[in-house]
């Protein structure tokens, strides 16, 4: 039985005993969660840019996801054995309905981690409660009750001075067992912001725990280090050019790339554009179907659509060229904007790390020679690829196809091909006439 059915529709009435789950039930739907946003967000050509999970559709994915996941929360499965952890089963529905609806990433993005299931735990963090009170000794903080966490101490050793006396300075510094220690009060003196409770940070002047500002007050220590720093409450951050804390700008409030960015909200999909005059600029959504796009001064489009323009003029945002219609930036996916010939073309459907004779053997389109001289050529992900997430309806970037050559028989790239996300004309590397011949680390890892 799978997570939600343990927790979604209960019929249970005041006195019954609570629903309990195992970690195995949330490994599962949180692998779920996550497949389904990777096949709604990231375009295929984005999803051969994993080198730790070959899949196309979300069926295919959840064997890795779980895998992964089961990894990233063992640490957590002999602490629930042993009582020191248990799961909330309502926090852990609440953190599954929000992460089932989680939106796909703002265009532009560049989040090679956006690939990662790992991640996905932090998002569930509330479902794990500790049962350890203080002075209990631990292993990490969630399994302290609340108003506590681990504290870690070191060991040391030291080195004999010449006269075989034990040194009184360490060579080495090893963790031990941690123990789970109360936050300290506010007004408490403290080290740092760990040793506070999450609702106060570590006064730098005095080093004492001290409530976190709220919106519109000074930020904390400006005036004594000169600069705006951090103690604003959560949601706030410091804005450095009027040193107050205050909460990031949103649509059509004014802005900066730095240091008071656009609210960074997937949900909220804002752009600070127009900041090439002054400076300043103007937080403003992404463009909608037949939006105006293209000028300094507007934002990119969103909603799995293209800015249809000429650059440096202004154009509309609409739907991605289909396969074989012209191209210079995006294409629907699964087709890719092959440069060579200003046509979406569409890949082939051998993943990462296989073997291939030809580009278009691969859905990367990019079959490449493996390096220290090997005759073998399989499927890579292209150079300089970013990963944006940002729907799977457009596949964003351009990719620059070589013709290919004869060689005893069997056909060879004559070079890798070059891959550029937002049009920039990036150029092949590594070409010599023949095949592709890099050094190992220039390979692209992710």
């Known amino acids: 039985m799978g997570f939600a059915a343990l927790v979604g529709c209960s019929s249970a009435t005041p006195g019954d005993t609570p629903p309990t789950l195992s970690l195995d039930d949330l490994v599962g739907d949180l692998a779920a969660a996550a497949c389904d946003w990777q096949v709604r967000c990231c375009s295929p050509l984005e999803l051969t840019a994993s080198m730790s999970a070959h899949f196309t559709t979300k069926e295919q994915c959840l064997p890795y996801a779980r895998l992964e996941l089961e990894k990233t929360l063992g640490v957590v499965s002999q602490s629930l054995v042993d009582g020191r952890v248990v799961i909330d089963p309502s926090e852990a529905m609440a953190c599954l309905a929000a992460q089932r609806v989680r939106v796909c990433n703002a265009p532009g993005t560049n989040d090679a981690a956006s ?13 794990f409660v500790g049962q350890l009170v203080p002075g209990r000794p631990c292993q990490f903080s969630a399994e302290c009750t609340a108003g506590a966490r681990c504290a870690f101490g070191t060991t040391v050793s030291h080195a004999a001075s010449d006269a075989g006396a034990p040194s009184p300075f360490p060579t080495a510094a090893a963790p031990q067992a ?14 740092t912001d760990g040793d506070c409770a999450p609702e106060d940070y570590c006064r730098p002047e005095d080093l004492l725990c001290t409530a976190r500002v709220a919106e519109g007050e000074p930020c904390p220590d400006a005036a004594l280090f000169g600069v705006a720093r951090g103690g604003c409450a959560a949601g706030l951050v410091c804005d450095g050019a009027k040193a107050i804390c205050r909460r990031l700008p949103r649509d059509g409030e004014t802005c900066g790339q730095f240091p008071t960015p656009c609210d960074p909200d997937p949900k909220l999909a804002l752009f600070c554009v127009g900041t090439g005059f002054n400076g300043a600029g103007v937080c403003k959504t992404a463009g909608k179907k037949d939006d105006a796009c293209g000028g300094s001064g507007l934002p990119p489009c969103g909603g799995n659509l293209v800015c249809d323009a000429i650059p440096g003029l202004i154009g509309a945002c609409v739907a991605p060229p289909a396969a074989g219609s012209s191209c210079t930036t995006a294409c629907a996916s699964p087709a890719i904007c092959d440069m060579a010939t200003m046509r979406c073309t569409l890949p082939g459907t051998k993943q990462t790390g296989e073997t291939c004779a030809v580009d278009d053997d691969c859905a990367s389109l990019s079959c490449q020679t493996l390096p220290t001289g090997m005759a073998m050529t399989v499927c890579q992900v292209p150079r300089s690829f970013s990963v944006a997430c940002s729907g799977a309806a457009v596949t964003f970037g351009s990719i620059f196809t070589r013709p ?6 069997t056909t060879f790239p004559a070079d890798a091909r070059s891959f550029d996300v937002f049009g920039e004309g990036l150029s092949p590397t590594g070409f010599d006439g023949g095949g592709f011949d890099a050094p190992a680390d220039a390979l692209p890892s992710f």
Request: net charge negative.
């Open 115 to 127: 690939l990662s299931f790992a991640a996905w735990v932090d998002g569930c963090a509330s479902a």
């Open 178 to 191: 941690g123990v789970c220690l109360l936050y300290q009060k506010r007004g408490d003196v403290c080290q």
């Open 404 to 409: 290919s050559i004869v060689d005893g028989g």
